[in-house]
């Protein structure tokens, strides 16, 4: 079973850095792919970035690729986004996700990137950057 739980957000000004952690099942740390995705206020939830089960693969989406990193520590069961020269536009709820709700799917990290095919999702976690 896949759990997560997210934490770490806050209000920074812009400029800032965040780091926030997503704590997940050790089911999901040992057999899961995850990412992180965001909703800000009246926009469609995007996605962040997405990382494979051993970590070797990532994919970001184009507005905070150099900024922003994912990784993952398996044997603390947790997910991490840090997230460097923060900008007013990446305000929004941030969520982590777990696990495929088809496990043997072939889906690169980058399509991951679309959220659906992702089962289990956390109940975020709020970042405001202020300028």
């Known amino acids: 079973q896949a759990q997560v739980v997210e934490s770490g957000g806050g209000s920074v000004q812009a400029g800032g850095s965040l780091t926030l952690s997503c704590a997940v099942s050790?089911?999901?740390?040992?057999?899961?792919?995850m990412g992180w995705f965001r909703q800000a206020p009246g926009k469609e939830r995007e996605g962040v970035a997405t990382i494979s089960l051993p970590g070797s693969t990532t994919a970001y989406t184009d507005s905070v690729k150099g900024r922003f990193t994912i990784s993952r520590d398996n044997a603390k069961n947790t997910l991490y986004l840090q997230m460097n020269s923060l900008k007013p536009e990446d305000t929004g709820m941030y969520y982590c996700?777990?696990?495929?709700?088809?496990?043997?799917?072939?889906?690169?990290?980058?399509?991951?990137?679309?959220?659906?095919?992702?089962?289990?999702w956390g109940q975020g976690t709020q970042v405001t950057v202020s300028s």
């Open positions: 996700a777990a696990c495929l709700k088809a496990p043997g799917s072939a889906a690169t990290m980058w399509e991951l990137l679309r959220g659906r095919d992702f089962r289990a």
């Open positions: 050790s089911y999901a740390a040992s057999s899961c792919a």
